[in-house]
């Protein structure tokens, strides 16, 4: 039997309070189902110990992360440090050297969320494939002139044409395994003339190879209206590094805030571990009241599990969660209950017993 080995970074602020409830979860499963079997070790890299050490992770950090079959992330950020240090130190180096070049973000409406945090009575179903390793976020560009009236910052964006064609075959090999009949492109081409305009291109290319699957094209301040006026219609949406970002906090707020929404940085080929996370960050203002909702951390677990083999696992958290949501007694303050992160983990712990008897 396979024992899959996990690293485990809480990270800063309500990072580690949501991881906690996420291992409850996994412990659980573990301790229910004898087939599945799973290593955790827990690294404490984050703001703290850069204040200690004047770096975010250890020099060979990576290597020691490299042996790992998952990552399970927290969040990371911390008024102390700042935010481009702990990004660009931790979690950038992390999705670049291990090639997670696909970053996968399901939206869908839960049962029970209450009303007034939801925007939509339909229902939503759709998954944004978010290209995570090059576009708009690239270290290439720069500034001169600084502090003159002449100043000029440079940032360009970089899309290659194999990066294009990975995250595009990715979607649509998403698309035709969850069952889903076309792929939205978010796109620019109209007016980012060089660089949108070759992502256009391959797109429409990888396309013609999944001919049950239609392909849509929306330019992207349209396709952020269609997201608040009929997101009951999206289904698999590829986008760039930056779109994708942009589109996903706008997905989770269509169906109850940053609290629920996982994520997923993908190596598809498996030569890397791939890291899962939620869309949320250490959420500073609510650390360490046991304010913070766990469902987004739990539901990353869950994608842990299904990139790992265990759909099966990963469909019963989700189920459990929704239980959760459906009886609408156990829920956070950001959706409208007085629970606490524990509470709510624990009652998520509950449905999974009861799920599996
Ligand atoms: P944030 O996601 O931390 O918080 C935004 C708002 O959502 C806050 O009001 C917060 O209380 C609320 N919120 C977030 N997660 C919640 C949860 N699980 N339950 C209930 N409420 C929740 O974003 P921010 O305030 O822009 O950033 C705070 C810090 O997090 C910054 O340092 C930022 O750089 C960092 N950050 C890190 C990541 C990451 O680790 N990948 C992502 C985004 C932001
Ligand atoms: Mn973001």
Known sequence: MREFRIAVLPGDGIGPEVMNEALKVLRILKDKDYTFQFHADMFLWNSEYYLQHGRMMPENGLDILKNYDAILFGAIGDPRVPDD?????????????FCQYVNLRPVKKLKGIPEQFIHQERPI???????????????????????????????????????????????????KKHGYQKVINATKSNAVVHSMKLWDEVIEHVASEYPDIQLEKYYIDALAAYFVQRPDTLQVIVASNLFGDILSDLGSALVGGLGISPSANINPEGVFPSMFEPVHGSAPDIAGKGKANPIAQIWSAALMLQSLGREDLASIILKAIEKVTEHGEKLTEDLGGNSTTAEMGEEIVRQIVKIMG
Do not use: C, H
């Open 85 to 97: 240090i702990s990004v660009w130190e931790l979690i950038m180096p992390i999705r670049k050297r």
């Open 125 to 175: 179903n759709f998954v944004i494939v978010r290209e995570n390793a090059e576009g708009e976020y690239s270290n290439s560009g720069g500034r001169i002139y600084q502090g003159t009236d002449q100043e000029i910052a440079v940032q360009n964006t970089i899309i290659t044409r194999k990066g294009t064609e990975r995250i595009a075959r990715y979607a649509f090999q998403y698309a």
